[in-house]
């Protein structure tokens, strides 16, 4: 018997019981879409965890500490330096290293005035920071160009009033991007210094509004070269407020980092490079470290779901096996007849198995269908209660997830209708042809 002759049967002895064949498709559908929203909310989760901890810093990125930043008793040992950033980079699976140097500036525009972070990095690190307006520094410039964050201006205060945003709620009026500033440096204490005021362009700005946080908002970036040149020129053979001096109060005549950035070529290897930090004698944090933490939770919570949904199809292919097994029971002559005509034996169990099948792609069809329309309803009404207010779907299908769900609801079918289609094959022909 070909196998489209096989298929037309199977067809037809649906369509025959079209009330039971609608009832077992039905429970299908209830098992797959259970299943593929629970799977969805497991994944939405696990997702949204990962972009919230992305949002805190870059997930393949590892901020380095010295255990000795203030020099302690005038040891050097534990220095951020130069050559520590050359042992970090031959770490295994390190795709780069950026030092950072940070100095406090105080900024000046009109009548406005705040005292912020002026931090130093590499023009690589530089490239982590979405911009919201301009451009990175123009790496062929030589002069110390600045991106501003997003929430700098919202520490700015009238200097006649003392007042700013935090006491009035109300942003200053100072344009960081598009009008000029200046911009002074801290003062050693030496009374024949004095305090110069510079104006340095703006190449871009952090992307976000004043109450967009990012983990750049607060800060103002520039190319570390640059401003190691800038403080020696500032401050000429005094100390550089913030760096550490000997045990006779004299400056080093090398730069001490503040910390440094290991960028690690995955996530996968994060926390292997993070315990080689460790290991140097180096304080190491990372967003991996965290997140592995909560992913074990999401994991475990996507399981249970995962579970719920996978009982109820388990209940569906009950419904099929069942349906196979009465129409067994209503098609005993038939089969025999088959049998006495010559059919195979391999295209009794195949019709069966079809039939089975045939439950399981219109079940698993049109469950995937019922699966979208209640992620869309979840997404829409319980996306933010049940993310605590945070924007995003809690309920996510993937592609992969699709297709899976249907061909997972035909293979449940068939392996539903494999015992009714095994005792199909085992009638007796005479037997069955008596039956009434």
């Known amino acids: 018997m ?5 298929l037309a049967m199977s067809a037809n002895n649906l369509r025959r019981r079209k009330l039971r064949t609608a009832l077992t498709v039905l429970g299908v559908i209830i098992g797959t879409a259970s299943i593929v929203v629970m799977i969805s909310l497991g994944i939405g989760l696990k997702e949204m965890t990962i972009e919230q901890y992305a949002s805190y810093g870059s997930l393949t990125r590892i901020e380095v500490y010295s255990n000795n930043r203030l020099g302690g008793d005038g040891s050097e040992d534990g220095f951020l330096v130069d050559s520590t950033m050359d042992s970090l980079r031959a770490i295994p699976h390190v795709e780069a290293v950026s030092p950072v140097l940070t100095t406090y500036v105080q900024m000046k525009q009109g009548a406005y005035t705040s005292s912020t972070q002026l931090m130093g990095i590499t023009r690589e690190a530089m ?3 979405e911009l919201g307006q301009g451009t990175l520094p123009d790496p062929n410039s030589g002069t110390m160009e600045l991106v501003i964050g997003n929430m700098v201006s919202r520490d700015f205060y009238n200097e006649k009033t003392g007042r700013g945003f935090w006491d009035t709620g109300e942003m200053p009026d100072v344009d960081l991007y598009k009008q000029p500033f200046f911009v002074l440096f801290q003062n050693t204490g030496n009374a024949n210094q004095k305090q110069k005021k510079y104006v340095f362009p703006v190449s871009g700005m952090v992307k976000g509004g004043v109450d967009d946080y990012n983990e750049y908002s607060y800060g103002i970036y520039t190319d570390i070269e640059l401003l190691k040149a800038q403080l020696k020129r500032v401050y000429k053979k005094d100390p550089i407020p913030g760096q550490p001096t000997n045990k006779k109060g004299k400056p080093y005549n090398y730069f001490i980092y503040d910390s440094a950035y290991v960028y690690v070529d995955n996530m996968d290897h994060v ?12 304080q190491a944090y990372s967003s991996m470290q965290w997140l592995e933490q909560a992913q074990e939770q999401t994991n475990m919570i996507q399981a249970i779901l995962g579970g719920i949904g996978g009982v109820s199809l388990f209940v569906a292919a009950i419904g099929i096996a069942n349906t196979m097994m009465m129409s067994i029971y209503e098609r005993t002559k038939e089969i025999g007849v088959l049998k006495v005509l010559g059919c195979s ?10 039939e089975a099948g045939f439950i399981g792609l219109m079940g698993g069809a049109a469950g995937l269908g019922l699966s979208y329309g209640v992620s869309y309803l979840v997404n829409q009404f319980l996306g933010a209660a049940l993310m605590g207010g945070q924007g995003g779907d809690i309920s996510r299908i993937p592609p992969w997830l699709s297709v899976a769900a249907v061909v997972f609801a035909i293979v449940i079918g068939m392996l539903a209708g494999l015992f009714p289609a095994i005792r199909a094959m085992k009638l007796s022909p005479l037997a069955a042809i008596r039956n009434e």
């Open 2 to 6: 070909r196998f489209f002759d096989l």
């Open 127 to 129: 490239k982590d920071i």
């Open 345 to 354: 034996l391999g295209n009794i169990r195949n019709m069966f198995l079809l």
């Open 271 to 282: 926390v292997d490079v993070q315990t080689s930090i460790t290991d140097m004698g180096y």
